[in-house]
C-alpha cells in the first residue's frame, strides 16, 4: 500500500476523541481512519502528566505499528504530555489538538479575553497560556473534571450536566470571555449546555474542529491526500471494553462507530 493510501491514526483516552475522528472523516471522506481509544485508562485528566506521556507513547507506538500516514493525537491531556516526544519518536506527520485552537480563538476574540474549560492535567501543563503567549489576549482557565466522566457516561444533556455547567463557567463568565476554547475532545458533546449557559455571545472554539481542520491542512501541504479506487475504511480499536465502546459510540455518534476490536495494553 502507498503512503497516501494508508490510514490516519488518531489516539485518544477515551471517546471524546470520535468527535476529532467524526470531524476528519467529514473534512477528508475519501481517508481511511483508524482509531484508538486506551478507555481501559481512562480518563487521563486527573492522572499525572508522567503517566500520561507514557500511556500515550504506548498508544501511538501501536498506531504506528500497524502502518498510519499520520499520527493525531486527539486528546488535550495527551497533547500537553507527550507532543515533544511524539514529535522526536515518529517520522511521520502528527497533528495535535491544542495549538489550531489556540490560533482560531486568537483570531476570533474581539476583546482579547479568552477562556479554557480543560482537565486538571491539561491546566496544569499551562499548554494553552503557552501557545497563546505570542498574542496580547488575556487567559482564563477553568478545569471541569466532571465534564469528562458525564460524556463517557452516555450523559450530554439534562439537569446534571446543566448544573455543573453552571458552576463551572462561573468564573469564565465574570471575567468576561468573549471566546471560550472546548479544551478536551470531550466537551463539544456538552456544547448545548455550554452555549446556553454562556450566552450567544460568546464564541465557542473546538479544538477538535481545529485539529481536523489542521489534519486536512498537513495532509494537503505535504501532498499525502488519499487517491480514489477503493472505499475508505474505519477501524475503531479500545483498550476497554469493545461491546461498551460500540454501544456508547453508536449512542453518541450515531452509526460511526461500528466493529470495534479490542487490544492489551501493559499495565
Same mark, same amino acid.
Given at each position: 500500500?502507498?503512503?497516501?493510501?494508508?490510514?490516519?491514526?488518531?489516539?485518544?483516552? $477515551?471517546? $471524546?476523541?470520535?468527535?476529532? =475522528?467524526?470531524?476528519?472523516?467529514? !473534512?477528508?471522506?475519501?481517508?481511511?481512519?483508524?482509531?484508538?481509544? +486506551?478507555?481501559?485508562?481512562?480518563?487521563?485528566?486527573?492522572?499525572?502528566?508522567?503517566?500520561?506521556?507514557?500511556?500515550? @507513547?504506548?498508544?501511538?507506538?501501536?498506531? &504506528?505499528?500497524?502502518?498510519?500516514?499520520?499520527?493525531?493525537?486527539?486528546?488535550?491531556?495527551?497533547?500537553?504530555?507527550? @507532543?515533544?516526544?511524539?514529535?522526536?519518536?515518529? +517520522?511521520?506527520?502528527?497533528?495535535?489538538?491544542?495549538?489550531? #485552537?489556540?490560533?482560531? &480563538?486568537?483570531?476570533?476574540?474581539?476583546?482579547?479575553?479568552? $477562556?479554557?474549560?480543560?482537565?486538571? &492535567?491539561?491546566?496544569?501543563?499551562?499548554?494553552?497560556?503557552?501557545? !497563546?503567549?505570542?498574542?496580547?489576549?488575556?487567559?482564563?482557565?477553568?478545569?471541569?473534571?466532571?465534564?469528562?466522566?458525564?460524556?463517557?457516561?452516555?450523559?450530554?444533556?439534562?439537569?446534571?450536566?446543566?448544573?455543573? &455547567?453552571?458552576?463551572?463557567?462561573?468564573?469564565?463568565?465574570?471575567?468576561?470571555? +468573549?471566546?471560550?476554547?472546548?479544551?478536551?475532545?470531550?466537551?463539544?458533546?456538552?456544547?448545548? =449546555?455550554?452555549?446556553?449557559?454562556?450566552?450567544?455571545?460568546?464564541?465557542?472554539?473546538?479544538?477538535?474542529?481545529?485539529? #481536523?481542520?489542521?489534519?486536512?491542512?498537513?495532509?494537503?501541504?505535504?501532498?499525502?491526500?488519499?487517491?480514489? $479506487?477503493?472505499? #475508505?475504511?474505519?477501524?475503531?480499536?479500545?483498550?476497554? +471494553?469493545?461491546?461498551?465502546?460500540?454501544?456508547?459510540?453508536?449512542?453518541?455518534?450515531?452509526?460511526?462507530?461500528?466493529?470495534?476490536?479490542?487490544?492489551?495494553?501493559?499495565?
Amino acid at each position: 500500500m502507498s503512503v497516501n493510501n494508508r490510514p490516519i491514526g488518531i489516539f485518544d483516552s $477515551g471517546f $471524546g476523541g470520535l468527535t476529532v =475522528a467524526r470531524a476528519i472523516v467529514d !473534512l477528508l471522506p475519501d481517508e481511511s481512519v483508524t482509531y484508538l481509544g +486506551d478507555t481501559a485508562r481512562a480518563p487521563y485528566g486527573p492522572r499525572p502528566l508522567a503517566e500520561v506521556r507514557d500511556f500515550t @507513547l504506548q498508544s501511538l507506538d501501536h498506531l &504506528a505499528a500497524t502502518g498510519v500516514k499520520m499520527l493525531v493525537i486527539a486528546c488535550n491531556t495527551s497533547s500537553s504530555a507527550a @507532543l515533544r516526544d511524539a514529535r522526536e519518536r515518529y +517520522d511521520m506527520p502528527i497533528v495535535e489538538v491544542i495549538h489550531p #485552537a489556540a490560533a482560531r &480563538a486568537a483570531a476570533t476574540t474581539r476583546a482579547g479575553h479568552v $477562556g479554557v474549560i480543560c482537565t486538571q &492535567a491539561t491546566a496544569t501543563s499551562l499548554s494553552y497560556d503557552d501557545a !497563546l503567549a505570542a498574542t496580547s489576549v488575556d487567559v482564563t482557565t477553568v478545569v471541569c473534571p466532571r465534564f469528562v466522566e458525564l460524556v463517557e457516561q452516555g450523559i450530554t444533556s439534562g439537569p446534571e450536566v446543566l448544573d455543573l &455547567a453552571n458552576e463551572y463557567l462561573a468564573p469564565l463568565k465574570q471575567a468576561e470571555v +468573549d471566546t471560550l476554547i472546548l479544551g478536551c475532545t470531550h466537551y463539544p458533546l456538552l456544547s448545548g =449546555a455550554i452555549s446556553y449557559v454562556m450566552g450567544e455571545s460568546v464564541a465557542l472554539v473546538s479544538s477538535a474542529d481545529e485539529c #481536523a481542520r489542521a489534519t486536512f491542512a498537513e495532509l494537503t501541504s505535504l501532498g499525502m491526500l488519499r487517491g480514489g $479506487g477503493s472505499p #475508505a475504511a474505519r477501524r475503531f480499536l479500545t483498550t476497554g +471494553d469493545p461491546a461498551r465502546f460500540e454501544g456508547l459510540g453508536r449512542r453518541l455518534m450515531g452509526g460511526f462507530v461500528q466493529d470495534v476490536g479490542q487490544i492489551t495494553m501493559d499495565a
